[in-house]
Structure formats: C-alpha cells, structure tokens
C-alpha cells in the first residue's frame, strides 16, 4: 500500500471521528437543554481510535501481510511533465498530485521487482481508464499508464475483482484439497480451532465492542436507561453454517459463532447527593451474542487471519 494512501486513509478517518463526536456533542446539548439525563460516556476517543488504527496497519506490516511503499522524491520533475502535459492520471480538469504519486509508487515497484499479474484496485477509475472502454464497463489501464507497466489488472472494488477473477482464485492445487478433504471440517472442527487459536482475539474484539455500550443497549430496549456496562467472561459455545471457499493453495472459512458474555451493569444516578457515586449498580445477565466470522487455513500456516464482521446481540437472561 503506498504510503499516500495509508496517510489519506487516516485523515479520512480522523475526519470520520471528528464528524461522530460533533454528532454526540449536539445530542447531549439537545439532552441538557431539555434537562434529559444522559451519560457522560457519550464520547468517542478520538487519539484511541486513531491509534487503534495505526496498530492494525503495523501489525498487517509485521505478519508480513502488508508493504508500505514510502514515494520517491526523485518523482517530482516527471509528476509536473505529466501535469503540464495532461499525460494520465492528468486531465484537464484533474489536477491533483496524490494519484500521479500512487500510480507511479506502485508501477515502479511491481517493474523494479519483476511482479506479474498485479490488481490496482481503486473507486476512481476514470482517472486511470481508458474512458472509452470504461463507457462500455470495461476497466482497461489507459495507454499512458501502459507506457509505465503492463503488469496491472485494474478493478473499483473488491467485489468487482472477485467476481472478475472467479475462476482463476477457484483453481486449487489438487494437492491442498486433498489435504483439505483429509480433515473432516464440520462444526466441532472449526469450533476447535477457534478456541484453540482466537479466543484471546475474541475477548478483546467483544470488550471493545461494547465500552461504549450505554445501559439500555444491553438491558432494556424499551427504556432509556442511561450509564455503562461492563463485559465480565465471554464463553464461546457453539458454530453454525460453516462455509468453506478454496482459493488456490488455501481456503476461507466462515460461518456464525454464538457466545455468552456475563454483563454488569451501571445507571447513572442523576438525583444523588453529594459525595455518592455518579453511577449505581444496576444489576447483571447473561446477553447471547452471534458473531459472523472468517479466517483462513492454509496446509503450511495453519490458521490465519481470523476476522469478526458482525456482532449481533441476540438474547438475554
């Protein structure tokens, strides 16, 4: 990833914070001005969260999933030929640098270091396109672009990608799907390895989840109880529609995951008197969560990468 896009990604986000706390901070205006009781956990750490996102991408870095590709300044005097000219991704009414300077990271690199087959993947194809060909929905590298590297396929979206590539990602290695046929993967098989290799993931993914929980979010839908809550032991129980999709040498397997967590719970206590708690016990259940999963297996690293995409409170006791 070059660098660029690393450094726009986080401003994005860092806007995206910025954009949610304004959001609250007019809610809890609204509730005080109406002399609603409200939580004061209504924030959004925003150095947290910022950070929490520098952590993903370095530890993407360190299990060697991840390059970044600092630009070269030695780009300069080509980038501002290229603008004057109007060479691609130049145009007369784009101007800006940032894409001539991920394009040429990119096509330098995969040159320098003999990759074939590489995917561009990016929401502004026109800027990259031959435009003609894209009017017919076909996503070409422009003829300015080839002059730099014939090595990109280029594609908006993951999705895209996927369905273009279909059948070429689905021709596995014989060799790995019969490893993979030699190991009965049911339900216990997978729950297995979850517990034995993501559990501690689980917790942690599950605690951040809920911090910012308010009372009524876990414990009453029908009123607005205002507080927090507090996650105690998440007990992983059982998995349900397991999927399994071979990629080449590895595979992708996913499906729903169903835990109870012990939650304890805390009201705000807006008519206290001076020197008692901002928050009094409430009580505490048991909330069942269902949880979308994926991770990766592979003959040679055994489980990977093991992602949550959803998790859905689905009952109480």
Known sequence: ?????????????????????????????????????????????KELSLNRLKQFYNTLQIEARLTILNYDNEFLPEIVRRSIHKIKPFSDSKTELKDAIIWLTYSRYAEKNGLPNCVFLTANVSDFCNIELLKADTYQIHNDLLLDSNKFKIYPSVKNLLQSEKKALQLADQRFRTWLSDQNINNEYVLDIIKNNFDDYINK???????????????DEDHYLTGYVTIGSCDVLYVEDIHVDIFRDECIISGDLYID????????????????????YYGSQTSSLAVVFS???????????????????????
């Open 1 to 45: 990833m070059s660098s660029v896009v690393g450094s726009e990604l986080e401003r994005n986000y860092e806007k995206l914070l910025d954009e949610q706390n304004l959001k609250l901070s007019k809610i809890i205006e609204n509730a005080e001005h109406n002399q609603f009781s409200i939580s004061s956990r209504l924030e959004f750490n």
């Open 205 to 219: 993914t599950i605690r951040q989840k809920f911090e910012n929980y308010d009372l009524w979010q876990l414990f």
């Open 261 to 280: 967590i012990e939650v304890d719970g805390y009201q705000y206590n807006s008519v206290r008197d001076p020197g008692e708690d901002r928050h009094t």
């Open 295 to 317: 991770f990766s297996l592979d003959k040679e690293k055994g489980p990977n990468n093991f992602e949550i995409n959803i998790i859905e409170v689905v009952g109480r006791d």
